[in-house]
Nanobody, 125 residues
């Protein structure tokens, strides 16, 4: 079992910054990635950014150059630094632990296995 607790959300004006933190506990040795997802009202949850155990990162196009994901393995923390925030970044942000899961014969995908409770980020104009 893996437990995830997010913090750091809040309200900020457009152009401002926030840093989200995700405290991770439990056995993460089998996780392929840690990720940050977000879900805006009326929209599907989307993957914003993820990071592998080796530090390889990926971002959705809309946040490239503005958001930075990082992890501190010794402290079991995953972070999302969000700069130059826009109103369209408003959403509930979720930390996730991803694990390889079978999607069919000889097919495996790195998919969310555990979720945090979410933290609200509101960006006003």
């Amino acid at each position: 079992q893996v437990q995830l607790v997010e913090s750091g959300g809040g309200s900020v004006q457009a152009g401002g910054s926030l840093k989200l933190s995700c405290a991770v506990s439990g056995d993460t040795s089998s996780m392929c990635r840690m990720g940050w997802y977000r879900q805006a009202p009326g929209k599907e949850r989307e993957l914003v950014s993820s990071i592998t155990n080796g530090g390889i990162t990926s971002y959705v196009d809309s946040v490239k150059g503005r958001f930075t994901i990082s992890r501190e393995n010794r402290e079991n923390e995953v972070y999302l630094q969000m700069n130059s925030l826009k109103t369209e970044d408003t959403a509930v942000y979720y930390c996730a632990a991803l694990r390889f899961q079978s999607t069919g014969a000889n097919r495996w995908e790195c998919r969310p296995a555990y979720w945090g409770q979410g933290t609200q980020v509101t960006v006003s104009s």
